[in-house]
């Protein structure tokens, strides 16, 4: 069914065009600056807006409220559903929906993970209505976004610290452009546009791997016959099932306010990417929490099951999200843009020195703010960017920071001109090229007019990448700005902070292959941490560096930083635990009774024929009959050791040095097992059926 973008686009959504139709003029002026400026919410403006947006709400049959958060690692956003129904009067009953209701709500705060910020007999949390994310309703429930934090303040959301941060951003970058000329800025806001990946495999199956519903991934299974190297997945056409699914999906999400404009096949088999139009990162945080659910609830109408899992089988590729990410003044301006001679625009070269020091001093952060337990499984394996932190500049600008770095003077610097693209075929038009190319092996690249954030894992909320770079900028500008303001010739200055600091950093520049070995031994020379495990990297939380920004920007605080440091040790800890559960119970209740019985066939069978033709030959089965048992003795010992390496570990180290290899172990033999066993005994489905039959 075809469907009109244009009529049907935010049509569930409490948006400017319906404030401006449903509230009174100065009360809509007064909403419209709050969203674009901050200030103040009242509760005289709030009842003003609740009695609009519930008759609204209402004629779009809602029939209950809810603020919608996002605790701190849970990959879905919360909600607590509230029916406008009030108290009877006179045996009738009115719908009610105050100022008060809207502005705030009192979810239970001990049940979520806190890092120790909350104990069970401190229950008491608190969610604030988010002025600049926009009310929606959703299977007729009126959404309204908001942050959460603990009765003491603190926040125990990913929202939170990202609209602090966006506003430290803000004020650090309005004092930056200034410095350069442009005092009609207000505000510099931070835009993200995350890619999505996910996979889509048929319902039925997913409901028959125990592993698939319980960890999101597969934790055994042998390479299909076919995997990924022919890439004739990639952007290939899509199956009619697939192309339904996208196209509810697309409608929901239109409907829904949210600009998804690109969507086509990734290049493992079952995968697929959506992404959406650049949005202020708090409007586009919520967005992306809104995509995620949407697929897995959009799935499984359709008869499918979605896996936002960045590693759901082993093999092919996993799924990331491509953070997107650019700052732009109020006035027009977008400061990563290089212009058309990005070597002579000075504010430019001075924002791309503030990247290169900020990315360089808070690498590990990086690491952390991005990643999951399921990242560990993605990063560095030939598909995704390293765990290597560089920053890809392209030709272009490369070629200005090396002359930069090498000490050539400022008037100079190289540019190379971008120029154009003549494929030679009269009917094919000229193409102009972007400034430059793109380089997929590389965590954080300059694509044009942004910065794509390539590390960020599937499944985790953007909102701890993007509080992270916000902050990390606030910072790099703020040291910028002490540096040249007030200086007696500014662009000498300029000029002169821009030379050292390129210089001090050059080392966080790569624009080679991050997935060449030699890569790998260039950054261990360079300095750059090179983290495998999440667990390595979740201490950067709390390193001197990380709490001196956070606290000096007014993002977060020490203990808040302790928190989430001890929130992700934990998570990780427990995810892993679960994993390895999963896996003791599908071997020893699934797998090896089903080689049992095949072995047992096997037996059954070589007795038979030698009873019925002594001479016969089942060498066959006899090499079958070693191979599986000599496999079904190892998967039992693996089996023990796993219980045994699970019931050992206390701590999230224990779990990624013991408990994981004992995972792998006993994965192996099953595996093996699986190219083995006759299909009628195998009791799950396999990677080909799940990855190829949809």
């Known amino acids: 069914m075809s469907v009109n973008v244009a009529e049907v686009f935010g049509q569930d959504v409490f948006n400017e065009a319906v404030m401006k139709e449903r509230l ?19 509760l005289e403006l709030a009842d003003i807006v609740a009695k609009a947006m519930k008759e609204w709400a209402i ?121 350069f000329g442009n005092t009609d800025a207000k505000r ?103 995509v995620m659910d949407v697929l897995k609830s959009t799935a499984t109408k359709h008869g499918l099951a979605c896996l936002l899992h960045e590693k759901p089988f082993a093999g092919v590729n996993g799924s990331g999200k491509h953070n997107n990410w650019s700052l732009g003044t109020d006035n027009g301006v977008n400061l990563f843009k290089p212009g058309k001679e990005p070597n002579k625009n000075l504010q430019f070269l001075c924002v791309l020195a503030c990247l290169m020091e900020a990315v360089n001093k808070h690498a590990l952060l990086l690491r952390a703010a991005a990643s999951n337990t399921g990242n560990d499984h993605r990063l560095g394996a030939n598909e995704a960017p390293p765990a290597i932190i560089s920053i890809y500049m392209g030709d272009q600008l490369g070629e200005i920071v090396d002359a930069i770095v090498a000490g050539v003077p400022f008037d100079q610097l190289p540019c190379a001109e971008v120029g154009t693209l003549d494929l030679g075929v009269s009917t094919l038009p000229v193409l102009p090229k972007d400034p430059t190319d793109r380089n997929r092996t590389s965590p954080f690249a300059f694509t044009g007019n942004r910065f794509e954030f390539r590390m960020v894992a599937s499944s985790v909320s953007i909102g701890d990448a993007n509080t992270v770079m916000n902050s990390m900028m606030a910072e790099s500008f703020n040291k910028a700005c002490d540096a040249l303001e007030g200086a007696e010739d500014f662009e000498k200055a300029a000029i002169d ?79 892993i635990n679960i994993e390895a559960r999963t896996m003791i119970d599908m071997a020893a209740k699934l797998y090896i009774p089903s080689v049992i019985a095949y072995v047992n066939s096997v037996a059954s069978s070589m007795s038979t024929v030698k009873n019925a ?41 224990d779990f990624h040095e013991k408990v994981l290899p004992a995972m792998a172990a006993l994965r192996t033999p099953v595996d093996e097992l699986e190219t083995i066993v006759d299909s009628e005994y195998w009791p799950v489905p396999t990677y080909g059926q799940m990855m190829f039959e949809v």
């Open 24 to 42: 009174p003029e100065v009360t809509y002026k007064q909403m419209v600056k709050l969203m674009n400026e901050g200030g103040e919410v009242t």
């Open 188 to 290: 510099v806001s931070s835009y993200v546009g995350p890619e999505q990946e996910y996979f889509i495999v048929n319902r039925e199956k997913y409901l028959e791997r125990p592993d698939l519903i319980y960890a999101g991934r597969t934790l055994f299974g042998a390479p299909a016959p076919k995997g990924q190297e022919m890439e004739d997945q990639y952007f290939g056409p899509l199956k009619t099932k697939i192309a339904d699914f996208m196209a509810d999906v697309d409608e929901q999400l239109w409907k829904l306010g949210i600009t998804v404009k690109t969507q086509h096949n990734e290049v493992a088999p079952g995968q697929h990417e959506i992404a959406p139009i650049f949005a202020p990162a708090d409007a586009a945080l919520d967005s992306n929490f809104l």
């Open 59 to 179: 004629e779009k049959g809602a029939t209950h409220y809810t603020h919608i958060f996002q605790p701190y690692i849970v990959s879905i956003g919360a909600e607590k559903h509230d029916s406008f129904a009030d108290i009877p009067k006179g045996g009738k009953i009115e719908n009610c929906f105050s100022g008060k209701d809207l502005m705030m709500g009192e979810p239970d705060a001990s049940s979520f993970p806190s890092g120790g910020l909350r104990a069970t007999c401190a229950a008491r949390g608190y969610t604030a209505w988010d002025v600049g994310s926009p009310a929606y309703v959703k299977d007729g429930i009126l959404c309204i976004p908001t942050a959460f934090c603990s009765y003491t303040g603190e926040s125990l959301d990913t929202k939170t610290p990202l609209l602090k941060a966006c506003d430290a951003v803000s004020k650090a970058g309005v004092r930056f452009v200034k410095m």
């Open 613 to 653: 033709y002594a001479q016969a030959d089942t060498t066959a089965q006899q090499t079958i009959l070693v191979k599986a048992s000599s496999l079904l003795a190892d998967t039992q010992q693996a089996l023990d050791n796993l219980k045994a390496a699970t019931d050992a570990a206390e701590s999230a180290k």
């Open 497 to 575: 902070y821009i030379y050292k600091t390129m210089k001090e950093n050059k080392n966080i520049v790569f624009n080679g292959n991050g997935y060449s070995d030699e890569w790998v031994e260039e950054a261990a020379k360079r300095g750059l941490p090179n983290v495998k495990s999440i667990v390595d990297a979740i201490p950067a939380y709390t390193d001197e560096s990380s709490i001196e920004m956070f606290e000096k920007l007014g993002v977060m605080t020490k203990r808040e930083l302790e928190a989430r440091r001890e929130i992700k040790l934990e998570e990780y800890a427990g995810l």
